[in-house]
């Protein structure tokens, strides 16, 4: 099984910053990719960055030069580096990891941190 724990979430004004961490251990293949996505109250979960095999990152447009995501390979680690935050970037993040095994590739996520962003 692999866990997947986040933290650096919290309350900030807006256009300040903030540090999310993930880190996802156990019994773990191969991480192919590691991401972040979010949800707030009422809407669907939306893709926010993600870093895959190759050194390839994307995000969503509404992040995009405010947001960057870093990983470390080797401790299955990723961050996600928050800067200029608006009200509207409030919500849960969730984590996400995904293990490439022999038997397939397998999602995990993790349990999800609040981020607010108000005055």
């Known amino acids: 099984q692999v866990q997947v724990v986040e933290s650096g979430g919290g309350l900030v004004q807006p256009g300040g910053s903030l540090r999310l961490s993930c880190a996802a251990s156990g019994s773990i293949f191969s991480i192919s990719a590691m991401g972040w996505y979010r949800q707030a109250p009422g809407k669907q979960r939306e893709l926010v960055a993600v870093?895959?095999?190759?050194?390839?990152?994307n995000y969503a447009d509404s992040v995009k030069g405010r947001f960057t995501i870093s990983r470390d390979n080797a401790k299955n680690t990723v961050y996600l580096q928050m800067n200029s935050l608006k009200p509207e970037d409030t919500a849960v993040y969730y984590c996400?990891?995904?293990?490439?095994?022999?038997?397939?590739?397998?999602?995990?996520w993790g349990q999800g941190t609040q981020v607010t962003v108000s005055s």
């Open positions: 996400n990891a995904i293990d490439r095994t022999v038997w397939g590739s397998v999602d995990y």
């Open positions: 870093s895959a095999s190759g050194g390839v990152r």
